[in-house]
C-alpha cells in the first residue's frame, strides 16, 4: 500500500489531469486535489478550453471546507484573466492554507505570477514535486504557448528490419491489435493527425479514431503538394472530422475550387514543387492546432526529420522481418548523413511492450541549433 504523503496527493492530481488529455485544445490538462484534516474534499480536471480550471472543480466540490486546506495542482494556478478568471484569486479568497505545485506555468503571462500572487498573500507555496511527470502531461502545451507552432509526435510501426510496407506495397498488419488499439488513443490526445497524399491514394484510411468508447478526432492534415487528393477519397467525403491540405502556389487552381466545395480547407505552403514543412507548422499553429501526430510514409517523415520539425517519436516494431531492399519501404526516406556520429538521436528513452510489439519512445536532439523548450532542464 502507497504511504499517503505530499506525493501520493500529487500523483491523484496527475492521473485526473491525464483522464482529461487530449481534450483541452491548447490548453494545459490539469488536475486539483484539495485535502483537509487528512480528507479528500475536492477533486477536479480542467475538461475543456474556456471552461472552469481544475481548481475551481475542486474548490467548488469542497465548499466551505476549502478554508484551511492543502490544494495539490499539477501545474502553477493562473493569474490572468484569459477565458476565465485567475484561479490565484480564487485560491486566496477561500482562504486556502497551503498550495503544493507539481511545475510552474511556461506561458509568460504566468510564469512564476500565480504563485508570487499566493506567498504575498501568506499562502505556503511548494513547487517541484513530481515536476518531471506533472510536466510531461503537457508538452504540447509547454512548446506551444512560447513558440506558437504545433508539438509533432511522429508514429511509426516496422518490422525489424526497418521496413514499413513490403515489396509489393502490403502494409496490414504489422503491428498487433494491442499496438493499433494504442495508436488510436495517441489520436484521441492529439488535436490533428498528418499524413502524405501517398497514404491517401493507397490505403484510403479515414484517419478517425476508433476505440471501445466514444473518442474525440483529430482534424485530419495532409500533405499534397499538387493536390492528388481524389474527391471521393473518406478524407474529403467523411464529414466526421475536419481535413486540411497543406499544399504549394503549384497547385490545380480546378482542383482547388472543387475541394474547397467539399468542406475542405486548403493551405498554401510555399512557392516550390514540394510543401514548405516550416511554414506549414506555422500555419497550424496560427489555427490553435498545438499537437500533430504524425503518420506519414518514409518520405514524409524523412522530409519532417532533416527539418527538425519532429519533437517526440514512438517507434512500434513488430518481431518480423520481411526483407526486400529499397523495393519495400522504410521508417525515413532520406539522403542521411556520411557519417554515424552526425546520426540525429534519440534522448529520454523508454521502452514499452504491447504482447510481442516493442515500441521505442524518445525525443530526437538536433544538436545546438534545436529550439525545442526542454521542460525538464535536461541538455
Same mark, same amino acid.
Request: one cysteine or more; hydrophobic letters at 40%.
Given at each position: ?62 465548499? !466551505?471546507? @476549502? ?125 490533428? &493527425? ?42 474529403? !467525403?467523411?464529414?466526421? @472530422? ?6 504549394? @502556389? ?15 480547407? &486548403? ?22 492546432? @498545438? ?30 522481418? &520481411? ?41 530526437? !536532439? ?14
Amino acid at each position: 500500500m502507497e504511504l499517503i504523503n505530499d506525493e501520493f496527493y500529487m500523483k491523484l492530481a496527475i492521473q485526473l489531469a491525464e483522464g482529461a488529455s487530449g481534450q483541452t485544445g491548447i490548453n494545459p490538462a490539469v488536475g486539483c486535489v484539495l485535502v483537509k484534516e487528512g480528507r479528500i474534499v475536492g477533486m477536479g480536471a480542467h475538461l475543456k478550453r474556456g471552461t472552469p480550471h481544475a481548481e475551481i472543480h475542486a474548490l467548488q466540490m469542497a465548499g !466551505t471546507e @476549502a478554508e484551511g486546506a492543502t490544494a495539490y495542482v499539477t501545474l502553477e494556478p493562473c493569474s490572468h484573466h484569459g477565458k476565465t478568471p485567475p484561479c490565484s484569486d480564487r485560491l486566496i479568497k477561500e482562504r486556502v492554507k497551503r498550495v503544493v505545485v507539481g511545475c510552474t506555468d511556461p506561458n509568460p503571462l504566468v510564469a512564476g505570477n500565480g504563485i508570487e500572487r499566493l506567498r504575498q498573500h501568506g499562502i505556503e507555496v511548494s513547487v517541484g514535486l513530481l515536476q518531471e511527470q506533472a510536466a510531461s502531461l503537457n508538452e504540447a502545451f509547454n512548446k506551444y504557448i512560447v513558440s506558437k507552432k504545433p508539438f509533432v509526435t511522429l508514429k511509426t510501426a516496422s518490422t525489424l528490419d526497418g521496413k514499413i510496407a513490403s515489396r509489393t506495397g502490403d502494409s496490414k498488419w504489422i503491428t498487433n491489435p494491442e499496438s493499433r488499439a494504442f495508436v488510436h488513443t495517441l489520436r484521441h490526445r492529439n488535436q490533428a &493527425i498528418m499524413v502524405g497524399v501517398g497514404t491517401v491514394l493507397s490505403d484510403d484510411p479515414l484517419l478517425t479514431t476508433r476505440l471501445d468508447v466514444p473518442a474525440l478526432n483529430p482534424i485530419r492534415v495532409i500533405v499534397d503538394s499538387k493536390l492528388r487528393v481524389p474527391l471521393k477519397a473518406q478524407v474529403v !467525403t467523411d464529414r466526421s @472530422a475536419e481535413t486540411i491540405i497543406l499544399t504549394t @502556389a503549384d497547385m490545380d487552381a480546378e482542383k482547388r475550387r472543387a475541394l474547397e466545395a467539399a468542406g475542405i480547407t &486548403i493551405l498554401v505552403c510555399g512557392e516550390g514543387s514540394r510543401v514548405d514543412l516550416p511554414k506549414a507548422m506555422e500555419l497550424l499553429g496560427e489555427r490553435e492546432i @498545438a499537437s500533430i501526430l504524425l503518420e506519414g510514409g518514409g518520405q514524409l517523415n524523412g522530409a519532417m526529420l532533416e527539418q527538425q520539425l519532429i519533437d517526440k517519436m514512438l517507434l512500434f516494431f513488430a518481431p518480423k522481418i &520481411i526483407g526486400g531492399g529499397s523495393d519495400a519501404s522504410s521508417n525515413f526516406q532520406f539522403a542521411g548523413f556520411e557519417l554515424m556520429k552526425e546520426a540525429i538521436e534519440l534522448e529520454r528513452v523508454s521502452v514499452k511492450q504491447f504482447q510481442k510489439d516493442v515500441c521505442i519512445v524518445g525525443y530526437p !536532439t538536433y544538436g545546438s541549433e534545436v529550439s525545442i523548450p526542454d521542460v525538464y532542464g535536461h541538455h
